[in-house]
Every structure is written in structure tokens, then in C-alpha cells.
């Protein structure tokens, strides 16, 4: 059964840090491009970073400078590096899979998983 299971959200103050992991079991990690989306309460779903299976990334202008993704083929894991946080980056974030799809953001139809999300609160 695959699975995707983030961790790592939480309550930080502006200018803080948090790292997200996304931990996947069940598939062929190496062979999928993951996806970081973040959802907001009334935004529409954005997408927040891409890395391919070469480890290349793309990110939303919105937080370009400020989070890194990584991953960790050896242990399936990929990581979202959040720093600078600020309180527009309040959001549940949500880690994806594709085995096709390696660009940024997409449609629900492009993905083949999705992790059950988890919450990021920026307070000022």
C-alpha cells in the first residue's frame, strides 16, 4: 500500500523556521517526481515546489528564496526547507506524487498520491 506522510508542520513566529518531511512507502520512490502544495482557507490550492527524481527543483515565486526542497532516495523521504516564514505562508501543506507530471503545480488528475497534509501556522 503507498502511503505519504508528512510531518513536521507546526506554530512558528514570523522569521522562524520549520522543516516538513514527507515520508513514502509503497512505490518506487526514485522514479517520481514530488510535489510540495500548500492550501489556505479561501485560496485556491498552490503549488509550492517540484523535485525531480535528478533532484532539479522548481518553486512558486512566492516563496522562491525562502524554502528549499530536498530528497533522500536512500530513504524515501523528500523535505521541505522552510525559512524567512511569514504569516501569508499560513496553510496545510500537502506532499504529492507523479510518476508523468514534473512541473510545478498541476491538476488533481496529475497526481498519483497525496499525502493527508499538515498544518503550518505563521503568527506575527
Known amino acids: 500500500q503507498v502511503r505519504l506522510v508528512e510531518s513536521g508542520g507546526g506554530s512558528v513566529q514570523a522569521g522562524g523556521s520549520l522543516r516538513l518531511s514527507c515520508a513514502a512507502a509503497?512505490?518506487?520512490?526514485?522514479?517520481?517526481?514530488m510535489h510540495w502544495f500548500r492550501q489556505a482557507p479561501g485560496k485556491e490550492r498552490e503549488g509550492v515546489a517540484v523535485?525531480?527524481?535528478?533532484?532539479?527543483?522548481r518553486y512558486a515565486n512566492s516563496v522562491k528564496g525562502r524554502f528549499t526542497s530536498s530528497r533522500d532516495s536512500d530513504k524515501s523521504i523528500v523535505d521541505l526547507q522552510m525559512n524567512t516564514l511569514k504569516p501569508e505562508d499560513t496553510a496545510i501543506y500537502y506532499c504529492?506524487?507523479?510518476?508523468?507530471?514534473?512541473?510545478?503545480?498541476?491538476?488533481?488528475?496529475?497526481?498519483?498520491?497525496w499525502g493527508q497534509g499538515t498544518q503550518v501556522t505563521v503568527s506575527s
Open positions: 509503497g512505490l518506487n520512490f526514485r522514479r517520481y517526481c
Open positions: 523535485i525531480r527524481n535528478d533532484g532539479s527543483t
Open positions: 504529492a506524487a507523479a510518476y508523468f507530471h514534473c512541473s510545478l503545480g498541476g491538476s488533481t488528475a496529475d497526481f498519483d498520491y
